[in-house]
């Protein structure tokens, strides 16, 4: 599989794998040996770049460090802190946060165990702490890297003003945020500034949560713990009016005999050369579907005649 670069030098495959569905958000944590197969099959595809977080629970990150302890040269791993709980408020999580220096060190502590490992490839901030400036983030992290104990980190979600305070202290390698054809946020300034700053750019959700592969209707009933069962995206009538782009996306993979899913990560992939999506699966054939999306090539007519297409679709973007 090609390489991208991030911001700190480190290559990363074009398409990396995202952790959490293995055990949060989406029903029942999945079993240990099969998740194990799944990671390590990801590498014999080409994918070297993987995605977790304590938050997904500390089996998420203990998983990455079974699968990945005896060939840790081979992978590059990226994690978070900065989330050390949630609570519920109305049936939602709330995320309780922490990025004072002294929390921040335990955490990286903790990871470092999980992971079975010395260093962390990549430690983003997962969401801003409002009590912490983004400065005393930032020196926090210029000492850890000079401890050896992450080789670079980033930002999740954070407003354009915390970044540019945060990288100029400290430069970011990567920023991890939404982006799908469903949620075009990014494109309103931030890949400038990716650009401008040579920080990649880690696109989650990039399948806009599986409803963009098309494997959902309207009727589709959700497990306990699937948090798509509250998601304004995936409520009936959105996803009714978001059927125009599904079928953009199936007439194209249907001339390019690909599925959709591919022509989704494909049209990703061509938007910007900085742009890594991490999508994520417990399914052996679903990563070797999305993995298989580094090998379709959209010419630019075919890249102009989506993004045409999707400058004319009242695409409804309701996230929660």
Known sequence: MKQRLLGNGL??????????????????????????????????????????????????????????????????LATKFGIVGQR???????????????????????????????????????RVDPDVEPEIVAETMSALIREGKILGWGLSNAPVAYMKRAHAVCPLAAVENQYSMLWREPEKGLFDLCAAMNIAFVAYSPLGNGFLSGRF????????GDFRGFMGRFRPEVMEHNQALLSIIRNMAENK????????????????????PIPGTTSPQRLEENLGAALIELSLEELAAINDTLAQIDVDETYF
């Open 11 to 76: 290559s990363v495959s074009e398409i990396g794998l995202g952790c959490m569905g293995m055990d949060h958000a989406y029903g029942k944590p999945a079993p240990r040996d099969a998740m194990v197969r799944l990671l390590r099959h990801a590498l014999d595809l080409g994918c070297n770049f993987f995605d977790t977080a304590v938050v997904y629970g500390e089996a998420n990150e203990e998983l990455l460090g079974k699968a990945f302890s005896s060939i840790r040269d081979q992978v590059v």
């Open 88 to 126: 519920i408020v109305n049936g939602k999580p709330v995320n309780l946060l922490d990025s004072k220096p002294a929390s921040i060190r335990r955490q990286v502590e903790g990871s470092l165990l999980r992971l079975k490992t010395d260093h962390i490839d990549l430690f983003y901030q997962h």
């Open 217 to 224: 209707t309207r009727d589709a009933v959700y497990g306990e």
């Open 257 to 276: 005999q690909a599925t959709p899913a591919q022509i989704v990560l494909a049209w990703e992939l061509a938007q910007r050369p900085f742009i890594i």
